[in-house]
């Protein structure tokens, strides 16, 4: 059994920082992704991590302003969310990998197959 669990999303102005936090259990340090979802578009890549964090992936749109890392003992992944932008608005879902082939970093969604509830995040301007 496979259970993903996101905290810390809420509300936050223009400028401001935030940090989501992902719990797995029933996994053992997969590689990770966070992805996240606007009102009336599509589910959209965000950051990836590989299994020990040292190889990070990370969209255009949030590069230089988001880090993805990860606590392994507490098997934990975050992700820092600095000089937030009204347009990063959405529901943020982390995902895990998983599978006998999921050994790598990924970032389409249909390689991974554990998904957290989702978080809202709003960033007013």
């Known amino acids: 059994q496979v259970e993903l669990v996101e905290s810390g999303g809420g509300l936050g102005q223009a400028g401001d920082s935030l940090r989501l936090s992902c719990a797995a259990s029933g996994l053992i340090t997969p590689p990770m992704g966070w992805f996240r979802q606007a009102p009336g578009k599509v589910r959209e890549f965000v950051a990836a991590i590989d299994w020990n964090g040292a190889n990070t992936i990370y969209a255009d749109s949030v590069k230089g302003r988001f880090t993805i890392f990860r606590d392994n003992p507490k098997n934990t992944v975050y992700l820092q969310m600095n000089s937030l932008k009204p347009r990063d608005t959405a529901i943020y879902y982390c995902?895990?990998?998983?599978?006998?082939?999921?050994?790598?970093?990924?970032?389409?969604?249909?390689?991974?197959?554990?998904w957290g509830q989702g978080i809202q995040v709003f960033v007013s301007s």
């Open positions: 995902a895990a990998r998983t599978g006998a082939r999921s050994f790598d970093i990924a970032t389409n969604p249909a390689d991974f197959g554990a």
